[in-house]
Every structure is written in structure tokens, then in C-alpha cells.
């Protein structure tokens, strides 16, 4: 086994972000996840709820209360979690935007005036 393997890179191809469940003090049950791209977790992400809902960006995830009892949430764990772009190979074949480099204006124009 490389090192390459025994890090993990294959999953180099997307983006990591960090996602936590949240848990009601009150009484225990699972509220959703908060997810964001920086840890330790701001105050600010994306809330995921756990019965199923759309995801939404929050300001303040710890002002947030338990749908179940109203109790205050806590982040129970922590994961790495890696979202693969499926666009990316589309992204690649977007024309860059400026002026060209000098030595490809040169390598058009060469291949042009060679026809």
C-alpha cells in the first residue's frame, strides 16, 4: 500500500466540508445536521432537519430549538464529510475568461496561417 492509498487521497476529487448532528438537551431525540465548510463549527451553515425537509442556510444554528420539545440543541459529533461535483469535468471545458498568453495567440496563429 502506498501512502497515497493509506491517506485516503481518491477522495481528493471533491469538496470536504464538515457536518454535525444535532441533539436536543431536553429530550435526546435527533433535530437534523449542520453542515459547514470550516471546523470548528461557526455559527452559520447549512441546516439539514431530520424529517426529511429541504436544506437551508442559517445564520446561527445555536439559537435553533428542538421541533419536538423546544429544548436547545447541542452538536453531537463531528464528520468529514466529501461532496463529489458531478459538473466538474463541464467546468473544465468553460473557456477562461481574459486575454490568452502570448505564446497561444502565437500557436493559433501559426496553425491558421499553415491552412
Known amino acids: 500500500?502506498?501512502?497515497a492509498e493509506s491517506r485516503g487521497d481518491d477522495q481528493t476529487s471533491g469538496r470536504t466540508a464538515f457536518r454535525a448532528e444535532l441533539q436536543c438537551?431536553?429530550?435526546g431525540s435527533l433535530a437534523g445536521a449542520i453542515e459547514s465548510?470550516?471546523?470548528?463549527?461557526p455559527a452559520n451553515?447549512?441546516?439539514h432537519p431530520a424529517d426529511g425537509g429541504g436544506?437551508?442556510?442559517v445564520t446561527d444554528w445555536r439559537q435553533m430549538r428542538c421541533n419536538r420539545c423546544g429544548g436547545a440543541l447541542f452538536a453531537e459529533s463531528v464528520?468529514?464529510?466529501v461532496h463529489h461535483d458531478e459538473s466538474e469535468e463541464l467546468r473544465r471545458e468553460v473557456p477562461r475568461r481574459g486575454r490568452p498568453?502570448?505564446?497561444l495567440v502565437e500557436e493559433r496563429r501559426r496553425l491558421r496561417d499553415s491552412v
Open 79 to 81: 464528520d468529514a464529510v
Open 37 to 41: 465548510d470550516r471546523k470548528p463549527l
Open 45 to 47: 451553515g447549512v441546516w
Open 101 to 103: 498568453p502570448k505564446w
Open 1 to 3: 500500500m502506498t501512502q
Open 25 to 27: 438537551f431536553l429530550c
Open 55 to 57: 436544506s437551508v442556510a
